[in-house]
């Protein structure tokens, strides 16, 4: 394993150079805040009259028309949602200065050939392991999230100087940079908010709150005990993997763990793990979800409905307006 700390990085290749950001959500208001409060010279482009671009002008950036950010910039991040990228990239392609990189926070459009950028562009990948709030969050507080870099394209041979820069005006050289490939982020990435973090972890809660409800107990009983409960061990194992959370739960909570974790999480679960990295790897997965996308999100609507509809979602909302010490 390679890990760049930030003793590693020579940000002077950005002095005096642009980067712009393409894109204010999550990713890109973090990233275009930090950037410019470690001293970096930072554009944003947006649609005109799209929602970001009041709030990007409030944060007192410059904000330009997409093809207008890039075209002095030497650093273009594409931190729009990934299904957009591929018109953005074409929209834009035409006013990208010679020479530049163009920086990705996901390895989606690259790894599955959605963009194909020209030949004299570097092509980068940084890619923090957090979400925007976080990354901006623990800059403001003097630290970092780590990030993982990559390099798919070296056109000029500063590729990874100029990735590591932006890592470090990100604040994620604080935390460690480790070096990875576009398919090894991108597939990873996948893997892991599909089978582990968002789908794993959230199917799980419903099948147990359903479980406890269909056997008779109070709603708002299981709701505590599958869904509020988590955060406590969550925060356990972020802090101190499996043996910090050994170390505060009861013995009579660590035996049923080991007995009964395995009883869940069984060889037909291994194998649909299996079965879902053999459909990120194979194309599968961005293939459904690009066509998804082209015929107008049919079936996104359809479960994102079901999944904000599920009982667990009333019950927990009253129950959480009694807790006022919830972040909203
Ligand atoms: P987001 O949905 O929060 O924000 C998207 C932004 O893009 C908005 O400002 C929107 O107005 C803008 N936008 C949409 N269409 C546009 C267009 N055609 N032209 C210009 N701007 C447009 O996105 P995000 O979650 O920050 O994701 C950005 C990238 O970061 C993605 O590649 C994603 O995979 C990656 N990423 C996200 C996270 C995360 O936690 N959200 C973590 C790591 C990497
Ligand atoms: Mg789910």
Avoid at 23 to 52: C, E, I, T
Wanted: glycine share 12%; charged share 25%; with cysteine.
């Amino acid at each position: 394993m390679k890990m760049y700390s930030e003793s590693d990085v020579d940000t002077t290749c950005l002095d005096g150079k642009q980067i712009t950001i393409l894109g204010y959500g999550s990713q890109g208001r973090a990233h275009a805040l930090n950037l410019r409060d470690s001293g970096f010279d930072v554009v944003v482009g947006l649609r005109q009259g799209g929602a970001s671009w009041p709030k990007a002008v409030a944060d007192g950036l410059d904000v330009r028309e997409p093809a207008e950010a890039v075209k002095d910039a030497t650093i273009i991040a594409f931190l729009t949602p990934d299904m957009v990228q591929k018109k953005l990239y074409e929209s834009v392609e035409a006013d990208i200065p010679n020479g530049a990189t163009l920086l990705f926070a996901h390895g989606f459009a690259i790894h599955f050939g959605q963009v194909g950028p020209r030949e004299d562009l570097n092509v980068v990948l940084i890619a923090p392991k957090g979400p925007g709030g976080l990354v901006r969050r623990q800059y403001e507080e003097g630290h970092g999230v780590p990030c993982l870099v990559a390099i798919h394209h070296d056109a000029d041979g500063d590729a990874l100087k100029l990735a590591l820069a932006y890592s470090a005006g990100i604040g994620g050289a604080r935390a460690g940079v480790i070096e990875t490939t576009f398919a090894e982020e991108t597939e990873t990435d996948l893997f892991g908010e599909q089978a582990v973090l968002c789908g794993g972890a959230t199917e799980l809660i419903v099948a147990g709150f359903e479980t406890l409800v269909e056997a008779g107990y109070q709603p708002e009983v299981a709701y505590y005990e599958v869904m509020h409960e988590l955060k406590l061990i969550v925060d356990l194992l972020h802090e101190g993997g499996l043996r910090k959370m050994h170390e505060f739960i009861s013995d009579t909570a660590a035996w049923g763990d080991m007995i009964s974790g395995p009883r869940v999480v069984d060889n037909n679960s291994r194998a649909a793990m299996k079965a879902i990295l053999g459909d990120i790897q194979d194309g599968t997965f961005a293939n459904n979800w690009i066509a998804e996308n082209e015929n107008g999100m049919p079936e996104f609507k359809r479960r994102m409905n079901a999944d904000l509809e599920h009982p667990i979602e009333d019950v927990g909302r009253n129950l959480r307006s009694r807790m006022d010490w919830l972040e909203g």
